[in-house]
């Protein structure tokens, strides 16, 4: 596959630039289509996450997104890469690589102590950029839905009055 028209973009930090530069609904097809994590995600969900995201970096083959991936950091300690998909049409081309080491030269990342990641199926790809699998820190809090959380300000009278 000839790659040299393909485009990476590492997309503007700033939020109110960013939401225009996404297409969402190409991003939203782009996880249907080759991220069966992401299969329903919507696009209300999909700004807010990216706009919390300090490396976002978009893959194009012309108008086409191909690529996608985003980080969150806080610049010096601890990063953790989100959400890399590439087409299937275009896997096996080294884009996927390509887009993981784009995401790890941002300004927020290229220096953190530790980058993190969860993935699957996909351990050996992350290997080979030099990803260590590792199973002694990863855990879960699964939050429960918003509808059942108790409100903000009733946990810190809660806190306060039990101080």
């Not at 503007?12 to 329903?40: C, K, M, P, T």
């Not at 980058?115 to 002694?136: A, K």
């Amino acid at each position: 596959m000839d790659c040299r028209h393909i485009q990476f973009v590492n997309e503007v930090s700033s939020q109110e630039n960013r939401s225009s530069q996404i297409d969402y609904h190409q991003l939203q097809g782009l996880f249907r289509l080759g991220a069966f994590w992401a299969q329903d995600r919507k696009i209300e969900d999909l700004q807010i996450a990216i706009a919390n995201s300090q490396a976002v970096v978009t893959v194009w083959d012309n108008q086409k997104l191909i690529g996608f991936a985003r980080a969150t950091s806080d610049g010096i300690y601890r990063a953790t890469i989100w959400d890399v998909v590439i087409h299937p049409e275009y896997r096996g081309a080294g884009l996927g690589r390509k887009l993981v080491e784009t995401v790890l030269i941002h300004p927020l990342m290229n220096r953190v102590e530790r980058v993190y990641l969860m993935t699957t199926y996909q351990q050996s790809f992350y290997e080979r950029i030099g990803f260590e699998h590792n199973s002694t820190t990863t855990m879960v809090l699964y939050n429960q839905p918003l509808a059942t959380r108790m409100p903000v300000m009733a946990l810190q009278s809660q806190q306060l009055s039990e101080a």
